[in-house]
């Protein structure tokens, strides 16, 4: 059976070490007012975490891949043995309401450490941590948009896990096209709103963990334009609270159906019917798809996580195994036994160190971000508010999607280390690469995000966003050239950092030669978001092997952690960084390639298609 | 529900307008006397297949997966709904037969016939064909080692289909490395050997599909040298025979359990007891190594023809969706709907070219391989036969880890197609990833065969295997460099090519230097593979492409197949074959940054394992 260890030594390296995160708080009134900035109290949620998600959460993971979610006749669904124990546990502890408003009953703790523990629930059973994931997705769109109202009704109970959220987006022919739904809103005329139309793959839809349920649906309100313009955002809870917050009365939504499907068996992937059900307007009307993005921007940022957290396990459970499993002899031996621990292996270490390469770069980035979106909301600088917010809208496309492709490679490898017993569902690992697949097709495909990185972040702006990261990059280059230790690493992220320019360069002006343009930018999203991946983990990795660095030589390095980072760095750069030189030859190929004779190679009609 | 459809139109491609298949095999005096090397014949038999697995085989996939098998108290296994009358109506029909020695039984057809329906047969159903894979693996080691007693009653019914074989090699301690399996052979004194002992992993191990199923199982005679110098393969029924071919008595063998596991759901996976079972010496004591990797060379090949055959369904079911899924609006508009097929985004394209690209290079090289078995086994010039099985013995660890890499990852991204679909049981594309995966894992690691390659076919030889594949290639090249239609990508293939030779002189130098040589090997072996690989489908996709221009240049491209393979072939350079730019940097990289400090990075002690 696989275990999970939350990596806390090395999320503590990078808070503090890498992000200096106690100054950084500290600079922030909000948390300060709070008391929730200091160093010893972060520390000490992280080590409680840790101990909760470890003992509580990581042992039903395999259960819940077994049992599955099972729905009823009436529509009701039973989620595996012990979720439910484990969720009120979970609330009890008050772990829902960690980062959230102390307005509504939260901690106000930073993002910081809710994304660390994020991370750690996510490691040890993503398909339990799903349920609170998408809770706090709802908690942040109604907090961002919703009336006081709303927001003093449901609010509290979001905070407190009592009522769960979801978001229902996805319908049978709109998933990445929400401009095309067809579930409609008509005015109750008594400030509801009567919902109609089919929702489908909805994460956590329908469960017995709480004791409701509150579903955030876009639909379109009856004489709203056309396409995602005119698209609302609506609260459809599955029972309407009566006003001192109890639960009343059975709205109108019951669970259709639910998906069986690859993995996250654990978590409940609901066909929902909403028949005329009672909702109330968040936000504004046709504002529903900026609204949406609170949500999906947290979302993204959690479903990078789950490449990390999956990553993160199944590395742990290979490094174990490899360890452990005795076969073939290296020469010189390193066992008595019959054969060598098949860790002595370089192949095998090879896998091995590219988990660990993209785990912990994943999780500097992931940690990067979530100490700039705490600065985002609440640094009293607004150019500095400014400056994180656009860091994060750039990053969040590459932790989403270079997060989950990783994450997935990484537990593919770490499967491949177990050879034939890694095909085997007891000993966990095919576990990890079915669930870690999801990661890279939801909350917007990993070509969808490539797509919003190159087309909306990059060149909408004609570079802003990406020359401010550039400088940084440029500046951190510039300071450490000459140094013996890290300058060869900088010398190839400044040249790859100069390159991801130039390509940008080169596909930005095709992207304004009329249609063909957004063609020649869908042609590059892919392996653009990839080749910048790479750069900002190289970032990183360079960041991570200075600092360990200075710890060496400052005689800090007590059990050869920070002789690690400075390894791996070095690993990183040798055999997983020029990935980028293939990379820069696709890109520079273009689109022209893949515009193909559609009959001939496809055997497609496009004079059938427009027919 | 996915369909599948025999890639006819490319196999015969492959077979006659890039082999010259109808002139190669007519140069062999058995397929001459045996009437099977005639194209029309091998014609009609691809279209008979075809039909055969199109309607009886792939229908039965999707319900393999969902049943399973099942073992009942007493060891016996029930294969899924279906299983059974398909198996027996291939049987009937001969299949079973098509490429096995006339004198027990077979048609004699040419492998090139035989391992085009194997690539159907495992497009369509994977877990299924592996019944009748595994028995022909079986008949390929009897039938080489096996004495005249033994054929005369074993191989007929092998033949026929009416009995099954299994390879047993894989104990609970011992996968990789079977130098150290512990199951034992000793002499009964009348001819007979009793086997004791427990195997498992066993594919097709148990099952009731044919009444007798007769195991080859390697293990240790009493007395005999410690590792692989000591093993010997025996052939052990499950009933022991009667003199007149009929089922005798129960053996001693049983199976214990069932696998679990994350895909191929339709064949069991059994584990094997051996209670003292009757047995009988296959070939020479002690060679059962050599022996077994007989049938491992076919099952390697055969390995990567599932990866073949699951890029291909994978392919062409994420074809037909993107055909049919309206998503997004393209400019200008190819829809008169709401929105437009997502086949038009180019991203899309990427991905379809991506799956058709490197099936039709794999398919390319299987043929290749198995005409080349054809000329290996029956050519009347010793020179030529030993040319041809240079040739196979080079490639053949590429076609098992290349292939079966490329089918995962087309499978990977065919579903990614499909967006959240492709995460969902009905669709069927999920069960091909899963299903996919294991032949990155079995008959050998993707790992095992990359040493294969390095280490023992190029290496072991001082590169002669190699340098005359590279000779074939410098003729093409030189042949073809200034040609206006391929000279780019000969070009691109000439240089990688002669890297290539530098990258494995680099390696060999290496390879030298005591034991730390072994570890350089073993650090490059992967990358080299696929840097290999590219050079092989490189070559193959340069050849396709002229063979295609000379037949558009003749006016002979009645429906556009010669237009899309230029254009494929275009694709693959620009978009496929710059990885070799990665592979290079990285295999030159060396071993020394997979060196990194065991307590450190690993948290490892070497000390403690040689206690």
Chains 1, 2 share one sequence.
Not at 255 to 275: P, Q, R, Y
Not at 399 to 406: H, I, L, R
């Amino acid at each position: 059976m696989p275990s999970y260890k939350a990596p806390l030594r090395d999320m503590k390296f990078v808070m503090q070490d890498l992000l200096g995160a106690g100054e950084q708080l500290g600079a922030l009134p909000f948390y300060r007012d709070n008391d929730t900035a200091d160093t010893d109290l972060l520390n000490q949620v992280l080590d409680e975490a840790a101990r909760f998600v470890e003992t509580e959460v990581a042992p039903l993971n395999q259960v819940g891949d077994r049992e599955g979610c099972v729905r009823d006749e009436h529509g009701n669904v039973k989620t595996p043995s012990g979720f439910k124990a484990a969720y009120q546990k979970y609330c009890a502890a008050g772990w829902t309401a960690l980062d959230a408003d102390p307005t509504y009953g939260g901690q106000g703790m930073p993002h910081l450490v809710s994304i660390a523990v994020n991370e750690m629930v996510t490691g040890a059973n993503v398909a339990w941590g799903m349920y609170p994931g998408l809770s706090h997705g709802a908690y942040s769109a109604l907090h961002a948009v919703g009336t006081d109202e709303l927001k003093n009704l449901y609010l509290p109970k979001l905070v407190s896990g009592e009522w769960s959220g979801t978001m229902c987006l996805t319908e049978p022919h709109a998933g990445t096209d929400l401009g095309i739904i067809r579930t409609k809103a008509t005015d109750n005329g008594d400030g509801t709103y009567a919902i109609t139309g089919t929702k489908i793959f909805i994460s956590a839809g329908e469960h017995d963990l709480t004791e409701n349920i509150v579903h955030l649906v876009l639909a379109r309100l009856e004489g709203s334009p056309k396409g995602t313009k005119g698209i609302s955002l609506f609260l459809v809870p599955k029972f309407i609270p009566n006003a001192d917050g109890s639960v009343g009365e059975r709205n109108g939504v019951v669970c259709g159906s639910l998906e069986h499907k690859m993995g996250i068996h654990g978590n409940a992937t609901a066909v929902l019917n909403f028949d005329g059900a009672r909702g109330w307007l968040v936000g504004e009307v046709n504002k529903g798809m900026n609204h949406m993005f609170i949500m999906m921007n947290a979302a993204r940022l959690g479903t990078g996580l789950q490449g990390l957290g999956l990553g993160e396990v199944a590395y742990q459970n290979a490094l174990a195994y490899a360890k452990d499993r005795l076969q073939m002899r290296h020469e010189p031996r390193v066992s008595g036994e019959e054969a060598d621990p098949i860790i002595i292996h370089p192949d095998v270490r090879r896998m091995l160190l590219t988990g660990k390469a993209y785990t912990e770069a994943g999780r500097a980035l992931a940690l990067w971000l979530a100490l700039s979106l705490d600065t985002e909301q609440h640094h009293p600088d607004e150019a500095k508010r400014k400056e994180a917010g656009d860091l994060v809208a750039l990053l969040t496309p590459i932790a989403k999607a270079f997060m989950t492709d990783n994450g997935f490679n990484v537990a593919v490898q770490s499967q491949q280390i177990f050879g034939g017993h890694g095909y085997i569902a007891e000993w966990g690992m095919e576990q990890f690469v079915r669930d870690a697949r999801i990661g890279q097709i939801y909350e917007g495909t990993n070509g969808i995000q490539a797509l919003d990185l190159l087309g909306r972040k990059v060149l909408m702006d004609g570079g802003k966003k990406l020359q401010k990261l550039a400088g940084t990059l440029q500046e951190f280059a510039e300071e450490n050239e000459g140094d013996e230790h890290i300058g060869e690493y900088v010398n190839q992220l400044g040249k790859a950092a100069q390159q991801l320019g130039s390509l940008t360069m080169v596909v930005g002006q095709k992207a304004m030669q009329g249609p063909e343009g957004a063609d020649e930018v869908n042609a590059a999203a892919v392996d653009y978001l990839r080749y910048f991946g790479h750069v900002v983990y190289g970032y990183l990795w360079a960041r991570m092997a200075k600092v360990a660095q200075d710890k060496i030589d400052a005689g800090q390095d007590k059990d050869g952690f920070y002789l690690a980072k400075t390894q791996v760095a070095r690993f990183y750069f040798a055999k997983l960084f020029p990935e980028t030189k293939a990379l820069a030859a696709t890109i520079k190929a273009g689109g022209e390639t893949l515009a193909v004779d559609d009959q001939a190679v496809f055997g497609w009609e496009r004079a059938l298609a427009t027919a």
